[in-house]
Every structure is written in structure tokens, then in C-alpha cells.
């Protein structure tokens, strides 16, 4: 069983930084991508920054020089640093891993994407 278990979350001021991470658990030998997503209330969920096995690194307008992802191979870790918060980046912050091979018993899979269950970030003004 694959399980992605997300942490710092909480309310922040506006300009305030926070730092989220995400640690996947089970028998994973491979992850292509790990990333964070979020959902605002009423509206859709979106990437927001997403980095490969290879630490290529993708990042929403949105947050392009305010957040850094980063991730540790060896411990199947992703974090994302959020600087200079505003309260438009309120929102549940999901954890995603794409691409995953693993195994459940004596069972290989390959290919599948699991997500975390969600952490709150709330900027004030």
C-alpha cells in the first residue's frame, strides 16, 4: 500500500513563508514525478509546482519566484517553500506522486499516481 502523508500547513500573515512536505511510504522503488497541488473553495485544483527524479521543476505562474520545490530521492520526500505569501495562495495543498513503481505483497505495479489527503494553507490580510 502507497500512502503520501502531508505536513505544515496552518495560517500564515500576508508575506509570511511556510514550508509543506510530503513523504510517500511503502514498497516504492521509483517515482517519476512528486508535485503540489492545490484547490481554492469554488474553484479547480492546479498545479503548482511539480519536479521530476531528474530535479527538473515546473512552477505556476502564479508562484514562479515565490516557491521553491525540492525533493529527496532517497527518502521519497517532496517540499515546497512558499515565501512572500498572499492571501490568494489559501488553499487545501495536495501532494501528488506520479509515476510510481512499486509493490504490494509479491505484486509489481507500475505507472500509478497516488495523492495525499490534503493540508489547509490560509493567508490573511
Known amino acids: 500500500q502507497v500512502q503520501l502523508v502531508e505536513s505544515g500547513g496552518g495560517l500564515v500573515q500576508a508575506g509570511g513563508s511556510l514550508r509543506l512536505s510530503c513523504a510517500a511510504s511503502g514498497n516504492i522503488f521509483s517515482i517519476n514525478a512528486m508535485g503540489w497541488y492545490r484547490q481554492a473553495p469554488g474553484k479547480q485544483r492546479e498545479l503548482v509546482a511539480i519536479i521530476t527524479s531528474g530535479g527538473s521543476t515546473n512552477y505556476a505562474d502564479a508562484v514562479k519566484g515565490r516557491f521553491t520545490i525540492s525533493r529527496d530521492n532517497a527518502n521519497n520526500t517532496v517540499y515546497v517553500q512558499m515565501n512572500t505569501l498572499k492571501p490568494e495562495d489559501t488553499a487545501v495543498y495536495y501532494c501528488?506522486?506520479?509515476?510510481?513503481?512499486?509493490?504490494?505483497?509479491?505484486?509489481?505495479?507500475?505507472?500509478?499516481?497516488?495523492w495525499g489527503q490534503g493540508t489547509q494553507v490560509t493567508v490573511s490580510s
Open positions: 501528488a506522486a506520479k509515476g510510481l513503481t512499486y509493490s504490494i505483497g509479491s505484486t509489481y505495479y507500475s505507472g500509478g499516481d497516488f
